[in-house]
């Protein structure tokens, strides 16, 4: 197998159940990941889940979309439209988060087509987001480190800075700033030329890259009120953030802002298959159907009905156990108990997020906010020390300008308890100890 580290065996994991997963040698680790960064919301092993893969497995598990529709699918995209923010009724299946972003590009580029404005068709984006590791994705993606190998591959698109208080671009402090970070939008639209841009794409919070970094309140207000002057379509990346992450169905909503395309996966079939999800407005689709016109897209595997009647599972257990509500609740006693560990800690320059998906951002300098050089490889040697103690956290790097920088990122499943997240503040207590011990300040 080619493993994506091919200097070390990775351990074998063969079972999980609840939050815990166990590897050969019987060793439980605590997900705190919740799989691969937000990726099981309801836990590992739910019967209802397995029930209703084995009931669809055994009607049928595969469909040629080109010619057929398939009940799951249809269902699935109806109840999406129920949860999705007014206006987002009509859902494009895909297979994952990167193939997500490439069709809602392809899709807000296609849309100024239909519209008659053949010129738009740069898709502005953020320093330091990520959108997945597809070239389409890491074309519009703004992690230098994911994407400096590829650069020649990968069409460039205009960049402004991250909604990043912890490392404001602009040096001043939220709230004694005009949220310049979101003003800058307009400046490059104008730059770029109105006539030539289509779209500007943007994760809620920012997740593998940055660590949870949250935007002031008024950001996405601004951000969209440009995206309308300029008659740009806004897509929110909801991969990490979708499906009750942040304590709302959908991130957009804490802020009363409705994107135009929302792009989910992960959560949506809870890590039991693979399944994505791009939602759009439903003025965007009726603009193709007035035209007679159809998207150019598909993939071998969308919409399967095997990975959507897994997604109506998720949903269910999701709604009928009120875990959207419970992920909220257990977000802000997480994070209260991880800032208890800030001031004990040396290393660790900020905590932030919002529902279950907290970033721990570590420094060499809290006062100078100095990264670690990136050698030291920081971000990793907190993650092995957790998982050497039972927890499993996702390391960033590039975390402060795309090359150095280091944060864990905490996105464990909603139906961890209180006494579980207990148990994983006192484990990352005892690993940053421990690194601290070996890397000093
Ligand atoms: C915000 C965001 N978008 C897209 C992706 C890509 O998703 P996938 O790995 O399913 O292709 C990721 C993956 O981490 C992500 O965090």
């Not at 297979?95 to 490439?102: F, H, I």
């Not at 109105?194 to 951000?223: D, H, L, Q, R, S």
């Not at 806004?234 to 909503?253: H, L, N, P, S, Y």
């Not at 150095?404 to 148990?423: A, F, K, V, W």
Request: hydrophobic share 35%; charged share 25%; glycine share 8%.
């Amino acid at each position: 197998m080619f493993y994506r580290d091919l200097f070390k065996e990775p351990n074998r994991i063969i079972k999980g159940e609840g939050v815990y997963i166990y590897d050969q040698s019987g060793k439980r680790y605590l997900d705190a990941t919740g799989g691969s960064n937000a990726s099981i919301p309801i836990g590992h092993g739910v019967k209802q889940v397995i029930d209703a893969m084995l009931e669809q497995a055994q009607k049928i598990s595969f469909i040629p979309m080109h010619l057929f529709s398939n009940e799951p699918a249809e269902r699935l995209a109806d109840e999406i439209a129920k949860i999705a923010p007014a206006g987002l009724t009509t859902t494009w299946f895909v297979n994952s988060g990167s193939e997500a972003a490439d069709n809602a590009v392809k899709l807000a580029r296609q849309f100024q087509l239909e519209k008659g404005t053949p010129g738009k068709f740069k898709v502005i984006t953020r320093w330091q987001s990520f959108f997945g590791n597809t070239l389409g994705a890491l074309a519009v993606g703004g992690h230098t480190f994911r994407r400096s190998k590829y650069m020649p591959l990968l069409k460039d698109m205009p960049h402004i800075p991250p909604a990043y208080c912890y490392r404001c671009w602009f040096n001043k402090n939220y709230p004694d700033c005009d949220i310049d970070c979101a003003l800058f939008l307009e400046r490059v639209v104008k730059q770029e030329g109105t006539e030539c841009v289509a779209a500007f794409i943007a994760e809620p919070i920012v997740g593998a890259t940055t660590g949870a970094t949250t935007p002031p309140k008024e950001y996405y207000t601004i951000i969209r009120e440009i995206c309308d002057r300029y008659d740009l379509t806004f897509i929110a990346d909801e991969v990490q953030t979708g499906i009750g992450r942040t304590g709302k169905w959908f991130c957009m909503e804490h802020w009363n802002v409705s994107p135009d395309i929302i792009t989910t996966a992960k959560g949506l079939s809870g890590g039991y298959t693979p399944l994505g999800a791009v939602i759009v407005r439903e003025s965007i689709v009726e603009r193709f159907r007035k035209n007679k016109s159809n998207f150019v897209g598909g993939h071998t595997f969308s919409a399967n009905p095997v990975s959507c009647a897994v997604a109506l599972a998720v949903l269910k257990y999701i709604s009928s156990n009120n875990l959207v509500e419970r992920c909220r609740e257990s977000g802000e006693y997480l994070l209260k108990l991880l800032k208890e560990l800030q001031d004990e800690h040396t290393i660790i320059g900020d905590i932030r997020g919002l529902g279950l998906m907290i970033g721990l951002e570590f420094v060499k300098d809290k006062k100078t906010k100095q990264p670690y050089p990136p050698e030291v490889r920081l971000a990793n040697a907190v993650t092995e020390e957790a998982a050497s103690r039972g927890a499993i956290v996702y390391p960033g790097v590039g975390t402060a300008d795309g090359i150095s920088g280091d944060h864990i990122l905490l996105t464990p499943p909603y139906i961890i308890t209180r006494e579980q997240m207990n148990e994983l503040s006192s484990i990352l207590d005892d690993s940053i100890s421990a690194v601290e011990k070996k890397y000093p300040t």
